[in-house]
């Protein structure tokens, strides 16, 4: 194909992508060799926990032309999703009668406003490969074909992203960006189109290690190592069954996630707040206490949640994350009556939550 017909559409690429939202957009290769050394030994370890989606996948997460035949390049974008200041967040987790859900789970489910967009960045692209001359010809002989991922198959995000130059990916396994921190989503475009691609960026944590420090579970085993099976957001969010009673105490009013290791990172210092509409919070969920959300009927939740990523871990998980929440909060007649109400009419995921949050108030 023509290279400076190939270097103006990646430029174009780039454009396209910021006019429809994407604070940033980077072009890679497929070489994932790297990540799938580290993917492999942190699934040797068990660090997935119940996630076996990881396993099922095989090698596809990280060679993405075994995911989508004929993957020569990978497009990656981020958009910013942040709405509050450090400040607020820090303020929220202090009160332990508040209901503390993880920013990128205010708003739109992310996934379906971010795969519309790449959607369109894929049709911009479709039509400059059928307009330019120097490349329909060989768009056409190639059948080359675009795919859009959005967190929704088993593609390695991050590190494509970090090799796309987006930024490194920093001790608490999170990709962080020098200018813009670590409050961004990330989506990609697989493709066959032989564009140039960009330089990663060089790591900047140096010694650090406030996010190791900081983490309410010890998941951050070591740096750049998570252990999913301790981490907040995988014990509210990914697990099934019950919550290890190890951990109850230490999620305090965490109940959809945990952001303890982005609102530490000095470089979210410079993270800016999204200004995308979507992204703002829905049903005052930034905002919500935890015996007001506790006390919401499951058609009340199905409402409250609609459109959002909360509502994937269904009515029984959240009232078992509340009820570790509350366990949490401090000792009040409100609190062990809402607590009592629930045990007359609850699953037995969520009894047993119920029960030790009671034994908490005695």
């Given at each position: 194909m023509n290279t400076e017909a190939l270097e103006d559409l990646a430029k174009q690429i780039k454009h396209w992508g910021q006019e429809l939202g994407f604070q940033e957009v980077g072009i890679t290769d497929t070489d994932l060799s790297i990540a799938e050394q580290h993917l492999e030994n942190w699934l040797a370890k068990g660090y997935h926990g119940e996630m076996?989606?990881?396993?099922?996948h095989g090698l596809k997460r990280s060679r993405p032309s075994e995911l989508q035949a004929g993957t020569y390049r990978v497009i990656s974008v981020r958009m910013d999703y942040q709405t509050d200041s450090m400040k607020q967040l820090t303020q929220l987790l202090q009160d332990p009668t508040a209901a503390y859900i993880s920013r990128y789970a205010?708003?739109?489910?992310?996934?379906?406003?971010?795969?519309q967009r790449l959607q369109k960045l894929v049709d911009k692209i479709h039509d400059a490969l059928s307009t330019t001359n120097e490349l329909s010809e060989a768009a056409t002989l190639f059948n080359i074909d675009m795919r859009p991922f959005v967190d929704s198959a088993p593609v390695l995000e991050k590190a494509l992203a970090e090799k796309a130059g987006l930024g490194w990916?920093?001790?608490?396994?999170?990709?962080?960006?020098?200018?813009a921190g670590s409050w961004f989503f990330l989506g990609e475009i697989y493709t066959a189109l032989p564009l140039p691609v960009d330089q990663a960026t060089s790591a900047h944590c140096g010694d650090c290690i406030a996010c190791l420090n900081i983490c309410p579970t010890q998941a951050i085993v070591a740096?750049?190592?998570?252990?999913?099976?301790?981490?907040?957001?995988?014990?509210?969010?990914?697990?099934?069954?019950?919550?290890?009673?190890?951990?109850?105490?230490?999620?305090?009013?965490?109940?959809?996630?945990c952001?303890?290791?982005?609102?530490?990172?000095?470089?979210n210092r410079f993270a800016k707040l999204t200004k995308?509409?979507?992204f703002n919070p829905r049903q005052q969920l930034n905002t919500q206490q935890l015996l007001e959300v506790f006390n919401w009927t499951e058609v009340m939740f199905l409402a409250k949640t609609e459109g959002s990523a909360i509502r994937r871990i269904g009515y029984q998980r959240w009232l078992r994350n509340i009820a570790v929440a509350l366990g949490n909060a401090p000792k009040s007649i409100e609190v062990k009556h809402a607590l009592l109400a629930k045990l007359t009419a609850c699953s037995d995921l969520v009894k047993e939550h119920v029960l030790w949050a009671l034994v908490r108030h005695q």
């Open positions: 076996e989606y990881m396993h099922r205010l708003g739109r489910d992310y996934h379906k406003l971010m795969r990916i920093g001790k608490h396994s999170n990709l962080i960006n020098r200018k740096p750049y190592q998570v252990d999913a099976r301790r981490c907040v957001s995988y014990l509210t969010i990914e697990l099934q069954g019950p919550i290890p009673e190890e951990y109850r105490s230490l999620i305090g009013n965490r109940i959809y996630g952001d303890d290791c982005q609102i530490i990172c000095p470089w995308e509409v979507d």
